[in-house]
């Protein structure tokens, strides 16, 4: 049984995607950001960069303890490695698909994500222009990426489904991507399509449905404390020793 410590985040339905189109068992431990799950001593342990999703497979390939993962990546590889599905095992193949992984874990997930993060910065944080106008205009740039490798792929990998389009979907219906004009973008939406279409993406996609949560019917204290607890984290002190 895989545990996956969740919330619903782009990040986290990579995670859940690939877990319904493999049918592998799975429990959700829900991780609360909003609460500050992601900060407490036992999940740390587990995803020591205090951020979800994380995994923990109690039935881990050879046997033994327990085998934890963080980082999305790296849980797509782990999961995949271990079906033995949906990342090729020729070299070509195999790199062709890391390529496009690893472009969205630095690349599409990060700029997106700030650019996210700009378009909600709260009026008292200043004139956030400069910083709206360069990410929304990588959030384009990446989609025209996504567009350009599609125009000549079915898949981000090649002919066939694979990890790295399972990494990249969940961010492409993100407001950010739809502020870096997606819909323009005719090959990008022939993919997103058809991925909309396969019952594991729309299983994946609906977990945690109910943990979602609408920041514009929130009061301006509670968005207050979410925006403390979520922003401009430092480091956190180790003891002495």
């Known amino acids: 049984m895989i545990d996956l410590h969740f919330w619903p985040t782009p990040n986290a339905k990579k995670v859940t995607i690939l877990l319904e189109e493999l049918g592998t068992p799975y429990q959700v431990v829900v991780c609360n950001i909003m609460r500050g799950d992601q900060f407490e001593d036992d999940f740390l342990r587990i995803s020591p960069n205090n951020r979800m999703p994380a995994i923990v497979d109690d039935d881990p390939p050879g046997g033994g303890a327990p085998v934890s993962v963080f980082e999305s990546g790296a849980i797509l590889m782990y999961l995949a490695e271990k079906a033995g599905r949906f990342w090729p095992a020729d070299v070509r193949g195999r790199y062709a698909v890391a390529e496009w992984l690893i472009w ?88 997103r399509d058809e991925l909309a279409a396969r019952p594991a993406v729309q299983r994946g996609m609906a977990v945690g449905a109910d943990l979602q949560e609408d920041w514009s019917a929130l009061g301006p204290e509670e968005v207050r404390r979410r925006m403390k607890l979520l922003y401009n984290q430092r480091a956190r002190p180790l003891p002495a020793s």
């Open 104 to 191: 969205q874990m630095a690349n599409q997930g990060p700029k997106l994500g700030e650019c996210g993060h700009f378009l909600r910065a709260p009026e008292k944080a200043g004139d956030q222009s400069y910083a709206i106008r360069r990410f929304i205009d990588e959030a384009n740039r990446l989609n025209g990426v996504l567009d350009g490798r599609l125009s000549k792929s079915r898949y981000l990998g090649g002919d066939d489904y694979t990890i790295a389009d399972m990494a990249a979907y969940p961010w492409t219906l993100t407001p950010a991507a739809a502020a870096g004009e997606i819909d323009s973008f005719l090959h990008l939406k022939r993919w």
